[in-house]
């Protein structure tokens, strides 16, 4: 979905258009799940897992944890690789780490 910019240090379009501003939403409402956020989040920090890795990391099965990746992976936000008879899963679109990165930075703070 958002591809080819990296995350780090990138300025904030001035003019943004209604279809930016609808596909950031997409982006935006995909991840308001605090279990893909979860994805994200071990994902930025083990570079990438396999779904019985994120399945024990998130305590989840994994029919939920596959579900989630799936939803993700078409949107573009991970990206997934086959390594023998097991699918690994990294971060296909980094800027949802800004997002993260962004919460991390407000966390306690009062809205």
């Not at 008879?85 to 991390?104: A, F, P, Q």
Request: proline share 5%; with cysteine.
């Amino acid at each position: 979905m958002f591809t080819g910019v990296k995350a780090k240090n990138q300025p904030c379009p001035q003019d943004l258009s209604i279809a930016d501003l609808a596909r950031m939403a997409k982006v935006l409402k995909l991840l308001a799940h605090p279990y893909r956020l979860k994805i994200v989040d071990v994902l930025e920090s083990e570079d990438s897992a396999p779904v019985h890795g994120l399945m024990d990391r998130l305590d989840l099965p994994q029919a939920a944890v596959s579900g989630h990746l799936k939803k993700m992976l078409r949107a573009g936000l991970v990206a997934a690789e086959r390594r023998g008879k097991e699918v690994w899963y990294s971060l296909g679109d980094r800027r949802s780490l800004t997002i993260l990165n962004c919460m991390r930075a407000k966390k306690g703070a009062r809205p």
